[in-house]
Nanobody
Framework: QVQLVESGGGLVQAGGSLRLSCTAS?????MGWFRQAPGKEREFAAA????????NYADSVKDRFTISRDNAKNTVYLQMNSLKLEDTAVYYCAATANIFGGPKSSLGEYAYWGQGTQVTVSS
């Protein structure tokens, strides 16, 4: 089992920035961030390989969001810049089912999930 604890959500104006953090209880897992807006399905936002040398982004966040990790701290970050109203959602951190994996975009590849953190972008 891998426990994931997220932090960093909040309220921000459009055009602003936020950084989300996710600390894992174990090492060597590829990690991803997903989000779920009210009334919508959970969708992929960004992912990072276990080593941190490969990333994957949804088109909707590419060039605005950056995923990174500090393996010494078992922590993954999501830096969100130029936030838009449509970025409002609950953001979930996730870890893949197996270790030493790549940056997966499919929900089915992830076995462990955090509790979610709310990000609200206002006009």
């Amino acid at each position: 089992q891998v426990q994931l604890v997220e932090s960093g959500g909040g309220l921000v104006q459009a055009g602003g920035s936020l950084r989300l953090s996710c600390t894992a209880s174990k090492r060597n897992y590829a990690m991803g961030w997903f989000r779920q807006a009210p009334g919508k399905e959970r969708e992929f936002a960004a992912a990072l390989s276990w080593s941190g040398d490969s990333t994957n982004y949804a088109d909707s966040v590419k060039d605005r969001f950056t995923i990174s990790r500090d393996n010494a701290k078992n922590t993954v970050y999501l830096q969100m810049n130029s936030l838009k109203l449509e970025d409002t959602a609950v953001y979930y951190c996730a870890a893949t089912a197996n270790i030493f994996g790549g940056p997966k975009s499919s929900l089915g590849e992830y076995a462990y999930w955090g509790q979610g953190t709310q990000v609200t972008v206002s006009s």
